[in-house]
C-alpha cells in the first residue's frame, strides 16, 4: 500500500488514473492543482474531521478555535474534561459533542488506536471506526483518506463528489452514492487521489471549496 503524503504521490496516482479511465485526463486538466490536505493521524485529526461535518467551513473553524483557546492541545482526556455548557459554548451540537466523548473514552480506555487504525485494510479500520457510536461511514474514510494517507478510499456518500462527478462526467442526474461506489472501483488503487481531483474539480469549475477537512 503506497501511503499519499507527498504531491509526488498525488502526481503519481493521477498519472495513474488516466491509464484506469481515459475520462479523467480531461477533470484533470479542468480540475487544476490538487491539493494533498494531509494532517497528523490521532485523536486530534478525527475530532476535526467531527466537528467539521455538516457546517459550513467558517463555523468549524470558529468551533475548533474555541476549543484549542480552552483546551489547548486536543487530547482525549481535555475533551473528557468538558461538561455539556463547555461544549454549547463552542458552539457543539449535543451529537457532535457525545460523538467526540466517546472516542474520547474509546481512545482513552485503549480500545481503539487511532495510529494503529491507519495501517490497517481499508474495511477493517472502517468497521473498528464505525463500531462508536456517531461515528459513519463518509467520517471514517475521511479519516483514512487525510489523516492515514490511504490510497484507496473514496467517500461515496459525500455530496460534493456527487455533484462534481455528476458535472464532470455528464451524467443526467447527481449519481447515487451506490452508483458511485460501483464507478469508483475501476480507479482502485488510486480512489483516494481521485476524491482529491473531483474536489479539486469541484472547487475550480463549480466555484466551491468543498473539501472535508483544512488541515
Not at 455538516?54 to 473553524?61: E, F, G, Q
Not at 458552539?91 to 457532535?96: D, I, V
Not at 461511514?137 to 489523516?147: H, P, S
Not at 494517507?149 to 447527481?174: E, T, Y
Amino acid at each position: 500500500m503506497r501511503i499519499i503524503r507527498t504531491h509526488e504521490d498525488i502526481e503519481a496516482g493521477l498519472a495513474g488514473l488516466v491509464m484506469l479511465d481515459a475520462r479523467l485526463e480531461h477533470v484533470i486538466a479542468k480540475a487544476g492543482p490538487v491539493p494533498l490536505r494531509r494532517t497528523d493521524p490521532g485523536y486530534r485529526g478525527l475530532a476535526n474531521i467531527i466537528v467539521s461535518q455538516m457546517v459550513s467551513k467558517a463555523s468549524a473553524a470558529a468551533i475548533w478555535r474555541r476549543m484549542e483557546a480552552a483546551l489547548g492541545e486536543i487530547r482525549p482526556d481535555a475533551v473528557l474534561s468538558l461538561d455539556d455548557e463547555d461544549c454549547r459554548q463552542f458552539g457543539l451540537s449535543r451529537a457532535k459533542a457525545d460523538t467526540l466523548r466517546r472516542v474520547a473514552a474509546a481512545a482513552a480506555a485503549g480500545e481503539i488506536d487511532l495510529d494503529a487504525i491507519c495501517n490497517a485494510e481499508a474495511t477493517v479500520a472502517i468497521h473498528e471506526l464505525t463500531a462508536i457510536k456517531g461515528i459513519g461511514r463518509w467520517t471514517a474514510e475521511v479519516y483514512l483518506l487525510f489523516c492515514a494517507g490511504h490510497p484507496d478510499v473514496f467517500p461515496s456518500g459525500d455530496v460534493a463528489l456527487q455533484n462534481a462527478i455528476g458535472h464532470a462526467l455528464a451524467f443526467d442526474l447527481r449519481p447515487t452514492a451506490r452508483e458511485i461506489d460501483s464507478l469508483a472501483t475501476s480507479w482502485s488503487p488510486w480512489r483516494s487521489v481521485a476524491a482529491r481531483l473531483f474536489w479539486a474539480y469541484y472547487a475550480q469549475e463549480l466555484r466551491r471549496d468543498a473539501l472535508p477537512v483544512t488541515p
